[in-house]
């Protein structure tokens, strides 16, 4: 049997934000998967509310992993990235005639899980790649019809083909039906 490899794995969550978590969960999904460099790039360009309140907690999770388990923070991806529903503050406002309407301040817990890549980052630069061979440039076709002209030109001693003329058409006539003579009756 083979010896199961234990993966360290840090969690940090961030509880009862006051975000609706269907919200959060639009944020969450661009940061799932992805290095934590290219995870804070993403939530720095993020226009949404909720990027801020997941940026604070991937630095909080990241924070976590140096101090309590000797990792390095670049070399972490976000495993796992989800939003749960929280608590939901019940409120009342005043609707017409006298009536009031329920109104639902949503909250959410949201959970990051870091784990460090299986291959370390490498700082050494990266092999040559072999060059392909470029292909031929494209032909271009003339810009204006002069030079179109010029090169459909045939040389001064050959004649250049005339154009062909379409046939005139002849107007059209209404049919008239042939009176046919009644056939004369053979004597015998």
Request: glycine content about 2%; proline content about 9%; hydrophobic content about 35%.
């Amino acid at each position: 049997m083979a010896a199961t490899e234990t993966k360290q794995e840090v969690k940090a969550a961030a509880k009862w934000v006051r975000i609706s978590p269907r919200k959060a969960r639009l944020v969450v999904e661009h940061i799932r998967g992805r290095s934590v460099p290219e995870a804070r790039t993403v939530l720095a360009f993020t226009p949404r509310a909720a990027a801020r309140e997941v940026e604070k907690l991937l630095k909080s999770a990241v924070a976590n992993a140096e101090a309590n388990h000797d990792l390095i923070g670049d070399d972490l991806v976000v495993t796992a990235a989800y939003v749960d529903e929280g608590p939901m503050f019940k409120r009342w406002r005043p609707r017409a005639r006298g009536r009031a309407a329920r109104i639902r301040k949503r909250t959410c817990h949201i959970t990051l899980k870091l784990a460090p890549v299986a291959e370390a980052t490498v700082t050494r630069a990266a092999p040559a790649q072999e060059e392909k061979p470029k292909r031929a440039p494209r032909r271009r076709k003339p810009a204006t019809p002069k030079a179109e002209a010029a090169e459909t030109e045939a040389p001064k001693g050959e004649e250049k083909p005339k154009p062909r003329r379409r046939a005139a058409t002849k107007p059209k006539t209404t049919t008239t039906r042939k009176k046919t003579e009644p056939k004369e009756e053979s004597e015998s």
